[in-house]
């Protein structure tokens, strides 16, 4: 992506008059007065992106901050005023999921063969954190002596765009099977799911609609074993018929177990491997065909899932997705919306200065590269814009290159995985 082609998309997505239509038909700013959409928008995004802010005080301060005079400043009551509106998140909200939509299809790398089988390779998972314990009627914690007030946002990432497709923001309390992708909207794709998503019906039913899963399994299944190969691809006939348990390690001694199985509800594939340094074994769940994905490939494409973690570790550590000092929901709810589009924001601009660029390393300096093109944006000044990029995306081409990984990570990395699928 060059760079007018970036600034067009930037100045596009935040332009003032898309902005204030948008402001109006969620009746977040019926009047656009002192406070106008993109001064505050390009404020919120400017201050998580540094990652250190904790008070609305403080985003205040950054909107004055970021005006180009003092008669444009405003008091801090008005501010506050504006974010507790009701209509405040869904204003937040709605933007960050047109720029999900805006990016999806934009692949990021040399994407191996055998993905383009699959419309999407989906990475999902929850993260949480305490809020004001005033919310806790709204948001109940599911530590309710420590955290009494607790949020989950549900995040569906998609792996081969490296940016997230949903989020759904809900109570702590809720489980988190009913914030999964809809398993008739996975025709063609592929999902990746820890253990805590572990539902026989669901992937039954993914199956069923044409799409593909790949989850962690608990070490509480116990099927029946149809068919077992070892990680060479052998067969042992001898384990058919077997349950799972009754496999011990002194009856079989192949670290690998490659298994069709079935329980009362399922037929599917399982891998199982002893992991010798803690000596137990792990498994893994899923209907890829054995013939275009060997257990190998298998344990290495679940790596791939740690993306959603890596994800979640920027929002927290780099994207201030953090608890405020606020008794206010509206506030929480479209400042947790103002993270993901920062951390959205970021990597476009990251992704589009070179691939392969380590995402941890850009977004721990932002306020370097970043904030000065928010500003210039902020400030419509256009011929800016285009300095500030190429400036930020020359910063990042030399400063946030992946570090070299020590041996005992070595093949780790979503660069490694995808060279061993492309070799």
């Not at 990021?108 to 390779?121: A, D, M, N, T, V």
Request: aromatic share 8%; with cysteine; proline share 4%.
């Amino acid at each position: 992506m060059t760079i007018i082609h970036l600034k067009q998309r930037l100045t596009q997505f935040l332009d003032p008059v898309t902005l204030n239509q948008q402001a109006k038909c969620c009746k977040f700013m019926q009047r656009i007065r002192d406070i106008q959409p993109l001064q505050l928008v390009t404020s919120l995004i400017a201050a998580f992106s540094q990652g250190n802010t904790n008070s609305i005080a403080e985003l205040q301060r950054q909107f004055n901050g970021m005006q180009l005079s003092e008669a444009d400043f405003v008091a801090y009551k008005p501010f506050h005023n504006q974010l507790r509106k009701s209509a405040f998140p869904i204003f937040m909200e709605r933007l960050t999921r047109m720029l999900m939509a805006q990016l999806m299809k934009q692949q990021q790398g040399k994407i191996p063969s055998k993905f383009r089988q699959f419309e999407r390779i989906l990475l999902h998972d929850g993260s949480s954190f305490a809020i004001h314990n005033h919310l806790k009627d709204e948001f109940p914690g599911r530590f309710s002596t420590v955290s009494p007030a607790a949020v989950e946002c549900h995040v569906t990432m998609s792996l081969l765009e490296q940016t997230p497709v949903n989020m759904t923001i809900a109570a702590d309390t809720l489980s988190e099977h009913g914030f999964r992708p809809a398993a008739d909207t996975l025709r063609r794709q592929l999902l990746l799911a820890d253990a805590g998503y572990l539902d026989q019906d669901y992937y039954h039913q993914i199956a069923q609609h044409g799409g593909y899963y790949l989850v962690r399994g608990k070490l509480t299944l116990n099927p029946t074993i149809v068919e077992a190969r070892n990680g060479q691809g052998r067969l042992l006939p001898k384990l058919a018929g077997k349950k799972l348990k009754d496999v011990t390690r002194r009856d079989n001694r192949s670290d690998v177990l490659d298994m069709i199985v079935r329980s009362s509800k399922l037929r599917y594939r399982l891998v199982r491997r002893w992991f010798a340094p803690e000596k137990r074994f792990i498994l893994w769940m899923t209907n890829l065909p054995r013939d275009e994905f060997n257990s190998t490939d298998i344990m290495l494409l679940y790596r791939s899932r740690w993306q959603v973690e890596l994800l979640f570790k920027e929002l927290k550590s780099h994207t201030n997705l953090r608890k405020f000092n606020t008794e206010q929901k509206a506030i929480v709810e479209g400042l947790i919306w103002s993270s993901l589009l920062t951390l959205i924001l970021k990597r476009l601009i990251v992704n589009a200065a070179a691939p392969g660029l380590s995402l941890f390393k850009a977004a721990k300096n932002a306020d370097v590269w970043f904030c000065p093109v928010v500003t210039a944006i902020s400030q419509r000044a256009l011929r800016e814009i285009a300095h500030h990029l190429d400036w930020a995306c020359q910063y990042l081409r030399r400063n946030a290159q992946p570090s070299q990984q020590s041996k005992s990570r070595q093949g780790n990395g979503l660069r490694d995985i995808y060279e061993h699928f492309n070799a």
